[in-house]
């Protein structure tokens, strides 16, 4: 029907009454009835991506475990090459693309095919899984056809847009649809906190970090993920808002290797129908503050537990997706939030920032031959509350990364040191302290992913 119906549209003619012939339309109203201007002047910024990765054949059932992996090292088999298959769209002259991180993730090597077959080398810029986001910039020497970016902000449900790709690698195709959908959240793509655009123009394994475009010609959305139960478009397709997209580039131009968000220091839930009751609220909307940080900075602008959050920078919240998506879009700076308090409505100024290095987080590698060898440590300070997703009541000492000795007694990333044989831990150099212990019997207490746990062990 889709396919028909496209059809349908590239060739109509309107007809004059009383007339036997048909007239081709020749003012914007009637140019409107086709996609063609819009699919011509766009689709040369639309690019084929192609990432070759080398993944190792891990053929014993043990691999990847801390403690197996040390009897049944060299046993893997030989690295095999993967290649992976999306999409992606120019957004500057000098060679800026935009795609999925998980089109490109772990490349070893990515090549750029424009639709009039010139092919470039590409690297990536940044890289940013928690929006699913990759910049990359194409080796030319030459300029590049690009796409303006649009206002994601402005659209409409029912607004039409065009879906550019190369849906299973049969070559660059522009399907047609309209928004469906706005502020859509409820999605497990990247680390699930996204915030989507909603559109029924069909979307194709292949067509990912390819364009969404509106009727100017403009790009509103980056093509991410479909809902599916046959691995084929139903109908129900997402693209990362142009917004965002404006705001990840911009970084990556001005040398970023990460997306740095501003830091919110708040964990909320949505409000629903009971809980609007009782709140007190007339119908539900916003968030409602379940904890805040002693350093966020909406507890520094006033905010306290309990209160909902009506808006940020201007713009509605009713998810905490959106509201991370709001925090991302604005960046660092004064803002104006509206929240209840108490039942009575409130307008405030809250300065946005990256979560603060306070107090510092004393990284530190052990390397001495004590049972943390091969542990990398950190204080926990909002930064790395932020970095590593911990609750925002963590304090102590977190693992950041393990190998050698450290890998084999069973400490994974994220953990959080409690304490050794029984002793707390607060710093880094604490726990190298307690490492240093003569002894043959440990006890190590920690929490992993909000669960405490106790390694037991004798040297």
């Not at 769209?89 to 490349?107: E, F, M, Q, R, Y």
């Not at 019997?441 to 390694?455: K, T």
């Amino acid at each position: 029907m889709i396919r028909m119906l496209s059809a349908l549209l590239l060739t109509l003619a309107i007809a004059v009454p009383g007339a036997t012939e048909t007239v081709v339309p020749t003012d914007r109203a009637g140019i409107a009835l086709s996609f063609a201007p819009v699919a011509r002047s766009s689709a040369p910024a639309v690019v084929n991506i192609y990432a070759r990765q080398l993944v190792q054949d891990r053929s014993n059932p043990f691999a990847g475990d801390p403690f197996f992996d040390q009897f049944f090292q060299g046993m893997g088999g030989p690295a095999r090459v993967e290649n992976s298959l999306g999409s992606g769209v120019i957004v500057s002259a000098d060679g800026i693309v935009v795609s999925n991180h998980h089109v490109v993730a772990d490349a070893t090597d990515i090549r750029v095919v424009l639709a009039d077959r010139r092919e470039y080398a590409a690297q990536v810029l940044l890289d940013d899984p928690q929006s699913d986001l990759a910049v990359l910039k194409v080796q030319a020497d030459e300029l590049l056809p690009a796409l303006a970016i649009g206002d994601s902000d402005a659209l409409q449900v029912g607004d039409l847009v065009l879906a550019i790709g190369n849906p299973f690698g049969v070559g660059q195709t522009v399907s047609s649809g309209i928004i469906s959908g706005l502020a859509r959240s409820a999605l497990q793509v990247g680390d699930g906190t996204g915030y989507f655009v909603q559109t029924d123009a069909p979307i194709n394994p292949g067509n990912s970090g390819g364009a969404l475009v509106d009727m100017a010609g403009r790009l509103v959305g980056i093509n991410t993920a479909i809902l599916t139960k046959d691995g084929g478009s139903n109908g129900i397709g997402f693209a990362v808002p142009s917004n965002l997209v404006a705001v990840v580039v911009a970084q990556a131009k001005a040398g970023a290797k990460r997306f740095t968000r501003p830091w919110a220091g708040m964990q909320a839930q949505e409000v629903d129908g009971s809980l609007a009751e009782a709140l007190g609220l007339d119908r539900p909307l916003g968030v409602m503050i379940t904890r805040l940080h002693p350093q966020s900075p909406f507890a520094a602008a006033g905010l306290m537990d309990g209160d909902v959050v009506l808006s940020l920078g201007r713009a509605p919240v009713n998810t905490p997706q959106e509201f991370m998506y709001r925090l991302a879009v604005l960046g660092p700076g004064p803002q104006p939030v509206t929240y209840v308090h108490d039942g009575a409505q409130v307008e405030a100024e809250v300065t946005l920032a990256p979560a603060p290095e306070d107090p510092p987080r004393d990284t530190l590698t052990v390397t001495e031959d004590v049972i943390l060898r091969g542990a990398t440590l950190a204080r926990i300070n909002p930064a790395v509350i932020a970095e590593m997703n911990l609750p925002l009541d963590a304090t102590g000492v977190v693992v950041l990364g393990v190998r050698d000795f450290a890998r084999e007694v069973g400490l994974q990333p994220g953990d959080i040191l409690v304490g050794i044989n029984g002793y707390g831990v607060t710093t880094p150099a604490d726990a190298l302290d307690l490492a240093r212990e003569a002894t043959r019997r440990w006890q190590i207490d920690l929490i992993r992913q909000g669960q405490p746990l106790r390694l037991r062990f004798r040297l």
